[in-house]
Nanobody
């Protein structure tokens, strides 16, 4: 099976920065879109940032100008650079990837386990 392993979450003060990483491994023929979602207490899960296989990003309005999504296709890895963090950014962040396991396989979405980002004060 395909696994997405996330890292980089933690506790940071308001105004600080974190960089999240998510590496896909397992039986992978190719990866299409990748992205990051988050879910904060009392709120619906939302798409934070997505990036196409060609590197075109999209962001939710609340993080535009502060977050940057990028990917390294050779490493099957997607990143989220988070700057100027606010307490409102506190959430569990989940990465995803649309993966084709084999050349003949359909595209399927895979999800990471989630990494907690806590922004204090």
């Amino acid at each position: 099976q395909v696994q997405l392993v996330e890292s980089g979450g933690g506790l940071v003060q308001a105004g600080g920065s974190l960089r999240l990483s998510c590496a896909a491994s397992g039986s992978i023929s190719s990866i299409n879109g990748m992205g990051w979602y988050r879910q904060a207490p009392g709120k619906l899960r939302e798409s934070v940032a997505t990036i196409t296989s060609g590197g075109t990003p999209n962001y939710v309005d609340s993080v535009k100008g502060r977050f940057t999504i990028s990917r390294d296709n050779a490493k099957n890895t997607v990143y989220l650079q988070m700057n100027s963090l606010k307490p409102e950014d506190t959430a569990v962040y989940y990465c995803y990837a649309a993966v084709k396991r084999y050349l003949w396989s359909p595209w399927m979405d895979y999800w990471g386990q989630g990494t907690l980002v806590t922004v204090s004060s």
